[in-house]
């Protein structure tokens, strides 16, 4: 057991929990990160070789820090930057290691319990993400070893027959890299998905979208606008179109990129309340300090409805020295 009582503990070593160490070392305080998995990890789960959507002022932990090659940063080169980011500052960030429980210890703060040891703090600011849960269709077969909730590359794909379900960015990309790189690639989406043009409905990026379109004038990709899954099976896939239509396509790996959603379960434990968000649902907090409704208890990140990297990284930079403040009043 760590024996020292934390100012804060912070779980999540993603744009969020690395600001809110990093803040909380200016401050002072007596701080901790812990990690699951590695640092950004959620960025290392993109697919190799992704070019990000944002530009370097929406994605550094300090202005001008990130210096891409090209006008937006890959995945590696904004890994890169955040490790260093920990490197560079020394801050205390402990991978590998997962919270299990939260429990309150009456006035003095909370213990909580990891897979690793357990500490005690007086604060605890959860930044955990938003990707724990991938989104499934639930129709038979979905368990099957060939259907997958993430793409990494399309390397082990080439001339096999692969399927992606979804219909933004991340399917779009998905499809794009398996049909640039020789795979039969068939992408089934929403038709609302497919026509959606506006970018503040959440439409697929130009930059996404163009090639991709090229690829299906090519004739190398193929669209299917899709009314329901039956079946995932072996070696392959049956659909209804959107126009009724039942199809059985051949198929050796689907990929399902529907969206993910935050592990809420040691929040709700705690007693946080939660409330139906725009893409799913969310903690209830102080949008001032984001705080939630458990006194010592904060949210941040892509969980929340600050929801773009820029807003995880400024968030922590203001609520962690009104912790600060809070607790040095506590003293």
Known sequence: MNEDQLDLL??????????????????GLNYVVIEKGTIADT????PVGRTLFSTPNELEMRAGSLKPVREK???EELLSHYVHFVLDRDLNVKTDEEVVDVQRRDQKGFLVLTTRSQYTASRVLFAIGAMAHPRRLNVPGEQLPKVHHTFIEPYAYVRKDAMVIGGGNSAAEAALFLSEEGARTTMVLWRDDWENRDPKKGAMKHWVRTPLEHEVAEGRLHVILYRQINEIREREVSLITDEGETLTIANDVVFVLVGSDADLTLLKKLGVQTAPGKLTEVPVYDPDTFE?????????????????IKEAIAVPRRIVPLIARDLRATV
Request: hydrophobic share 45%; net charge positive.
């Open 10 to 27: 912070i779980i999540g070593a993603g744009p969020a929990g690395l600001s809110a160490a990093d803040a909380a070392a200016a401050e």
């Open 73 to 75: 940063p890959t995945r």
């Open 43 to 46: 960025i290392r789960q993109y």
């Open 292 to 308: 939630t409704n458990v006194p010592g208890i904060y949210v941040a990140g892509h969980f929340t409805h600050a929801r773009h």
